[in-house]
C-alpha cells in the first residue's frame, strides 16, 4: 500500500511550510520518487485556537468541527496517515481522532515521550496561553512521571508577543525576547525547553538555537516520516 502523507495546517501558514520542508530534511531520499507523497490542507481560515479555548463552548465546537472536516477530507482522499502541525489544536485531536480511521501523529504525546527517554527531570514548556492553560504539555510530562515548568505571567506575554507580535506578523522574531524567556526557564531549574508552539520552530528554523531545545514540530516530522515507512536521513536530535 502506497503511504501517504496528510498534514492539516494553515495554523498558521509560515509554520506549515517549515513543517514540509522539516519532513523533506529528515527524508532519506536520493531523487523525487523517494519523498513522501504529500497532501497538505492549509486551512488559513481556521479560528484562533487559543481564543476558543479561553473562550465559549461555541467557540471550541467551531474549531473542532473544522479539524475534524479536514481530517476527513484527508482521508478520503488516501491519507495513509495525518499530521497536525499546530500546538495548542491538540486540544481538540484525541476528539477527532476518534471520527476517524486513520492515525493522527500526536505531537504533545511524542515529544514527552522523547524527552522521558533521555531521562530529562524538569522540561521548561514554551508555548501559546492556550496549550499552558490547558495543560497539554504538563498532563503528558505527569503521565510519564516528570513535572514540566511554564513560564511566569511576565515571561509569558514575551512569549505570546514572540508568537504573535512577531512570527504570526512576519517579522522574524525579536532575540532579546527569547534571550529573556531562557533565563526565566533556568531561573525555574529547567534541564531542556520544549518550544511547543509551531511558530517558534519557525523562530528558531533560521537560528542554531542551544541543544537545550527540543523543537516538537521537528519532533513530529521526524515521526511522519517512520510513521510513512521511509527512510530517516541522518539529522541532529530534534
Do not use: W
Amino acid at each position: 500500500m502506497t503511504q501517504r502523507l496528510g498534514i492539516l495546517g494553515g495554523m498558521g501558514p509560515q509554520a506549515t511550510n517549515t513543517f514540509y520542508q522539516f519532513v523533506i530534511d529528515r527524508t532519506g531520499a536520493r531523487r523525487d520518487q523517494e519523498h513522501i507523497n504529500t497532501l497538505i490542507l492549509s486551512d488559513c481560515q481556521m479560528p484562533d485556537r487559543t481564543e476558543a479555548i479561553l473562550g465559549s463552548e461555541e467557540a471550541r465546537q467551531a474549531v473542532y468541527a473544522r479539524l475534524l472536516d479536514g481530517a476527513r477530507l484527508l482521508e478520503r482522499e488516501g491519507c495513509t496517515v495525518i499530521a497536525v502541525p499546530c500546538n495548542t489544536s491538540h486540544f481538540f485531536l484525541d476528539r477527532v481522532q476518534e471520527q476517524v480511521g486513520v492515525p493522527i501523529l500526536h505531537m504533545v504525546r511524542e515529544t514527552a515521550q522523547l524527552l522521558a527517554a533521555q531521562g530529562r527531570k524538569r522540561p521548561g514548556i514554551l508555548a501559546t496561553d492556550g496549550t499552558i492553560q490547558t495543560g497539554l504539555y504538563q498532563k503528558e510530562f505527569a503521565a510519564l512521571g516528570i513535572q514540566a515548568a511554564v513560564p511566569t505571567p511576565k515571561a509569558q506575554k514575551l512569549v505570546m508577543s514572540l508568537i504573535y507580535d512577531d512570527v504570526k506578523a512576519g517579522r522574524e522574531g525579536d532575540p532579546e525576547k527569547f534571550a529573556a524567556i531562557h533565563q526565566n526557564l533556568l531561573s525555574q531549574g529547567c534541564d531542556c525547553g520544549v518550544l511547543a508552539c509551531t511558530e517558534l520552530s519557525v523562530f528558531s528554523a533560521g537560528r542554531r538555537l542551544a541543544p537545550f531545545y527540543t523543537d516538537a514540530m521537528a519532533v513530529l516530522a521526524q515521526r511522519a516520516v517512520l510513521a510513512c515507512r521511509a527512510p530517516l536521513r541522518q539529522t541532529p536530535s530534534p
